[in-house]
């Protein structure tokens, strides 16, 4: 059997081995100075006072709905075309997501559909903005909106890690962006996350009630229940190589999709995620479309072809307002009979994109794209 070509693979290397090393020489391995290195870098990447590194992006966006006083019986809009990790928080808390659909242009939160969300719900207590696949959101349209509702963004920045809209960073636009460290992710740390923001106060929250939420006690007082969602120095030894090869990874990233656009683009039916003209996307996965109609199979049967050749792939994200644990929930759609998330559901494939792509396997992943396609 050929060897297994993954979607996303982890890859670390000398640096990262380096780096821990070090911290292990120095027995700073749960906590030290890494953290700060880490989180320092991390802000002034995403151009904001500060960050709180944490265990997890899942555990950073829950900590982020937490510090903004999200609770029981309150609404969060939040973009459904996105992982289950962007909304699921928003349950934890006992509030209700309410799902708004993507525009075409970068398959990001529509403006338009989060307009009729407000229509109908006027007082959200926070709006989770997903940039999707290495993409930022539209951030000015978004934003108006959002600040005409005196209602603040949090933005969900797991994919996108060094992509920009209008040249700013990803990460930067809300009232606080989240970072993705899992293996899957543009970097990182074998598992973990970060929380941005300008905001002190809700820095200083955030950092506590990842830590249990101890009052300045010795005796571990504590006035209400925290998490135990810190990073560990060890990942953040290896989050700070990481960061080195940000550059590298999103020019890699972005060749590879340039790649798979040459060698099918003589095939009418498929077509591939937009990159809208308001920013630079990373490319973290490629995403490729085929037009319904045309005889091409559908994205699961495509998976299911590329996985007997050992090539891992997977269909784009099941919007959130179709899965079961939130059948519940409203949902708002970018047009009066256009709903852009399940469009691109129904049509679109993401493809090995990671570390391990290089030109000579990807050949092999193209080949079998055109054999199951019948184009061969
Ligand atoms: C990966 C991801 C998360 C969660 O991050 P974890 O570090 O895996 O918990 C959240 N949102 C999106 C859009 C993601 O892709």
Known sequence: MTDRIYLSAPKMG??????MASAIAADEIAMGTA???????LAVHAGTKGAVAAASGTAAIHLALDVLGIGSGDIVFCSSLTFAASAAPVRYL???????????????????????????HPNPKAVIIVDLYGQAADYDALSEICTTHDVPIV????????ATYKERPAGGFGKIGIYSFNGNKILTTGGGGALLSDDETLLTRARNL???AREPALHYEHTRLGYNYRISNLAAAAGNAQLDRLMDRITQRREVFERYRAALSDIEAIGFMPEAPFGTATRWLSVMTMESGAGLPAPAALC?????????????????HRQPVFTDCAYFTHGDNQSV??????????????????EDRQNRVIAAIRKALGKG
């Open 14 to 19: 000398e640096a990262e081995l380096a780096g």
């Open 35 to 41: 953290i700060a290195e880490f989180e320092a870098r």
């Open 94 to 120: 006992g509030a209700e997501p309410v799902f708004i659909d993507s525009e075409p242009e970068s398959w990001n939160m529509s403006p338009d559909a989060l307009k009729r969300a407000f229509e109908t």
């Open 155 to 162: 933005e969900d920045a797991a994919e996108a890690l060094g």
């Open 210 to 212: 990842a830590a249990q």
């Open 304 to 320: 299911e072809a590329l996985e007997a050749e050992n090539i891992e792939a997977r269909p784009v994200w099941k919007p959130m």
């Open 341 to 358: 998330s399940d469009d691109a559901f129904a049509s679109g494939v993401c493809l090995p994109s990671g570390p391990d792509v290089t």
